[in-house]
């Protein structure tokens, strides 16, 4: 029974905390000199991690809410990478050694919006610029209505260690009132052409919250994905933000769940999910047993950045295109978002960083603290920040104490089961940045 307390917090908005401080704090005091010593500073010893987005789609889907265009003509597509290869150029003037990388990530948008030539010369330069060997892992996010066999085989040849395929949802009618119509035979046949090519490994998107969508046809998406054979699952809450993304207006004809739908949704989901051998990482991951991100999550030895979920643990995460978030030791940097100005720093031969952040001790002790729950659904402040107390936090953990969301043991804080979905609530009781910010988030469930 959910009852109106619970649904409150649900509708709360809060960060997702794939960093902390998180973007709406950051400012433009951090700028392309700042951040030129951050990288000249990146240690040689350590593997770091890149991030490529690719501000292109095919077609806009109504719910989206990333940094993409539409674009008419494929030549503006071409253009960027020539901008994006400047930009590695100059950045690997700036860094001071050939560094080891652990984890490669394309995003987007949609990063096979690209050719698979301009897919290859952005690995190329990549290959170039670092020392990538055979254990790095190479993530590419993938749009199966657009995703040929010929780019399946480049994407091999590129190094590509596995894909992500953005699904939603099966259900036709959810399909046409969210403007992505992808039938599931269309990803049946995309599959085969990777798998032909040498990619057996796959993850998918879901969302629920979105029009149309009962307890039925949630279950029958979830059940086609497992059939499909899909090793990993990240099932979000649609955001919808139509004061920052104005398309998303377009979904509220056809009627979106209000949250006690929305949470019942999400149950049904998790619920099926867990009947088809899929086991819960984190708040909103999934995997099979003997996924590495499942192996991890047991092990203690889960990361969240600005991908969600991963086994990634680097400290520095270089990011290149434009709205493109990268992290130093030191703080973090975000790129131009506009194409526009994001092109015109790359020609005028500096980093494209638009703003950021310099992290305090407090800040790196208060994001481990949020990390460490929303991986492990519990933190021992004791043995993490040793002598620390934090009284506003404990205020906030103990009201939400008593509302069930958590548990506190003296400096031993946890996330019972039924409230993990509520992680996010929990972890804002350290945001120090919090206060007043909170129409700028999505809601907590």
Known sequence: MLTQETLNRAEARVPRYTSYPTAPHFAKAIGPLQVAQWYADIPDDRPVSVYVHVPFCAQLCWYCGC???IASKYASVHNYVDTLLRELAHARTVLRHRLPVGQI???????NALSPVDFARIADALHEMFDIGVDTRFDVELDPRILDAKMAWMLVASGVTRVNLGIQDFDPTVQAAINRVQPVELVEARLADLRAAGLPEFGVDLLYGLPHQT???IAATVDKVADLGASRVALFGYAHVPWMKPHQKLLEPHGLPGIEARMKLMAHAHARLAARGYRRIGIDHFARADDEL???AGEGRLARNFQGYTTDRAETLLAFGPSAIAAFREGYAQNHTRLDEWRAAVEGKELPVARGVALSDDDRVRREIIVR?????????????????????????????AEGLCTRDGAHIAIPP???SFARIVASAFDAYLDGGEARHSVAV
Request: glycine share 8%; hydrophobic share 45%.
């Open 373 to 401: 729950l929303m991986c492990d659904m519990s933190v021992d402040l004791d043995a993490l920040a040793p002598g620390r107390r934090f009284p506003d936090a404990f205020a906030r953990i103990d009201r939400f104490a």
């Open 67 to 69: 940094n993409t265009t």
């Open 105 to 111: 990530h394309f995003g987007g948008g949609t990063p």
């Open 215 to 217: 307890e039925a046809t």
């Open 294 to 296: 499942a192996v991890a």
């Open 418 to 420: 039924p409230a993990r």
